[in-house]
């Protein structure tokens, strides 16, 4: 079947300091030009086949899944492919490996794309610097002086590495993307939750397990706090655990529960301080009943539809709730190990975070990369740019592909960075610096660094290096999902949040101190 050229091997942004794309902006390029598939080739990671995926799927377009290394690429032809590359990746020192459903491209047989427009070559040789701890000048006059080679100079000398338009892809040769292209299965990566099974005691179902522990907290906790102490507020209890089961019954997560209960219950039974109930789980009157969350939320008017609802689940995917669980800090590694005991210890990590660059921080990068200022006036000149936790609402108000810290600040707050940059009735920024901040608004939401997850942890039905990307986190220990909390759950796997949280140390120690 002809396919006609579409960009196979692509470095997106997962590629830390090294690729540009990001897969949103990618797979936009293509349906722009009416191209039929597109491909990912990050180099030795899957961290972003995730999105890429899905961003595919929702545009219509073929999505080619693959993994680069040092000068060739591996693509999946079928789903087993898939489950091959995961292996690879998750222990590249491993070299027995069938690549039977994988097809072998060579670098020299094409051209590696590392940005989506022409443009963006200045905001990838922004991210090239960076990584290489320089700046641009000091790159510049290396070339200009003649130079040894060094790491992507080639990058700095042309700016041809982007998605070409339509017109200009006829002049290239579609043999090997064709090759590709007719041998490449269309499967899906995504699953439903596939939640490890929890032992429950006497052969009882864990439906029947989860209304046993809510019958007892109707009498250890309703009952014994007077709160159903009338056929009124029984009836209001009642009603409100029945619609609250229903929909739990409806997703089948009745094991997601079982799963947290057991683990706030590790904690209290081995007399550690748990958190009261973050976030919205605090509206589910089950969480409340199993001791998950110590918040009423029939007393306090919460809303259990906040917390969960019928309409996330879909015949494709059902998403799971979000129960955040405060955790002493100097206990994590010790509720961890419970976990990792009670599931198998090849079925349960921690996870990746990927550092983003966000409106301070970015235009910080960007300056210095020019040497644009000295380091007081940088200060000077970002000092005003407000965090992002402090304007979510107005961030949100925003269009998504507008969505900046530095545009919101420039629109709201113009006055205070009108002497570097400003915008005029057109739209168009302005000022001494207006060309820095318009790349800074360009790189926010880039990815600079790859860290772990401060409160993440993923359980598994299967061993984690089978059906999830691992990769060995900075500084050593234990491999961790080289994935994000939401890209794991569209993959079936369950993700947890067990925050460490000091304070509860804190109150520890006040316990200890009051019991002496």
Same mark, same amino acid.
């Given at each position: ?34 191209? #039929? &598939? ?12 995730? &999105? =890429?995926?899905?961003?595919?799927? !929702? ?9 680069? $290394?040092?000068? =060739? ?16 990746? *998750? ?17 020299? !047989?094409?051209?590696? @794309? ?35 080679? =060094? ?37 899906? +990566?995504? *699953?439903? /939750? ?24 109707? #009498? ?8 159903? !102490?009338?056929?009124? #507020? %029984? ?18 997560? =009745? ?20 958190? /009261?109930? %973050? ?18 939320? +029939?007393?306090?008017?919460?809303? $259990? ?15 799971? /709730? ?80 507008? %969505?900046? @810290? ?7 707050? /113009? ?14 920024? %302005? ?47 234990? #491999? ?21 949280? !000091? ?14």
């Amino acid at each position: 079947m002809e396919c006609g050229w579409y960009p196979l091997w692509n470095y997106t942004h997962y590629s830390l300091l090294k690729g540009y794309s990001k897969p949103k902006e990618l797979v936009k390029k293509c349906i722009d030009n009416n191209y #039929k &598939a597109c491909g990912i080739a990050d180099h030795k990671t899957l961290s972003g086949a995730v &999105a =890429f995926f899905q961003e595919c799927k !929702s545009a219509g377009i073929k999505p080619i899944i693959g993994c680069s $290394f040092d000068d =060739f690429a591996l693509f999946a032809k079928n789903k087993k492919g898939w489950f091959d590359l995961i292996k690879i990746v *998750s222990d590249p020192d491993n070299n027995v490996h069938d690549e039977a459903d994988l097809i072998r491209v060579n670098e020299s !047989s094409i051209n590696p @794309i590392y940005y989506v427009n022409k443009k963006d070559a200045k905001l990838h040789r922004i991210m090239l610097a960076s990584g290489m701890k320089t700046t641009l000048p000091k790159i510049q006059n290396k070339i200009l002086n003649g130079k040894e080679d =060094f790491d992507n100079k080639v990058f700095f000398e042309k700016d041809d590495y982007f998605v070409v338009d339509a017109e200009q892809s006829a002049k290239f040769n579609t043999e090997i993307l064709e090759t590709v292209y007719n041998n490449c299965e269309e499967y899906n +990566i995504l *699953s439903k /939750p596939v939640l490890p099974t929890f032992p429950t005691p006497n052969g009882q179902s864990e439906k029947e397990y989860l209304k046993q522990l809510c019958r007892e907290g109707w #009498k250890n906790i309703l009952a014994k706090e007077g709160k159903v !102490s009338d056929q009124e #507020k %029984r009836d209001s209890y009642h009603h409100r655990f029945l619609r609250e089961f229903d929909v739990i019954d409806e997703a089948e997560l =009745f094991g997601y529960f079982l799963i947290v209960q057991d683990i706030i219950k590790f904690v209290t039974d081995s007399g550690w301080i748990a958190g /009261p109930g %973050r976030g919205s789980a605090a509206g589910c009157l089950i969480s409340y009943m199993l001791g998950i969350t110590k918040i009423d939320p +029939i007393q306090y008017d919460l809303l $259990f539809e906040r917390f969960y609802n019928s309409g996330r689940n879909t015949g494709d995917h059902i998403s799971l /709730p979000d129960i955040d669980m405060d955790v002493p800090s100097n206990k994590r590694d010790e509720i961890i190990a419970y976990i990792e005991d009670k599931y198998g210890h090849n079925n349960v990590s921690q996870m990746v975070t990927f550092g983003r660059l966000r409106g301070k921080s970015a235009l910080k990068e960007v300056l210095r990369i020019h040497e644009a200022c000295g380091f007081g006036l940088m200060n000077e000149i970002t000092k005003p740019l407000r965090n992002e936790a402090d304007i979510s609402d107005g961030l949100q108000e925003m269009d998504e592909d507008e %969505r900046s @810290i530095i545009k919101w600040s420039l629109i709201n707050e /113009p006055d205070s960075l009108r002497d570097y940059c400003y915008i005029t009735d057109e739209g168009e920024l %302005r000022g001494d610096y207006a060309e820095y901040f318009q790349q800074a608004i360009d790189l926010e939401g880039t990815f600079k660094t790859q860290g772990k997850h401060a409160a993440g942890v993923v359980i598994s039905k299967e061993p984690l290096d089978e059906v999830c990307p691992m990769v060995d986190p900075k500084g050593g220990g234990k #491999k961790i999902a080289a994935l994000e909390m939401d890209d794991l759950e569209a993959l079936g796997n369950v993700k947890l949040d067990v925050l460490g949280l !000091s304070t509860l140390d804190k109150f520890m120690k006040v316990e200890e101190l009051i019991n002496e």
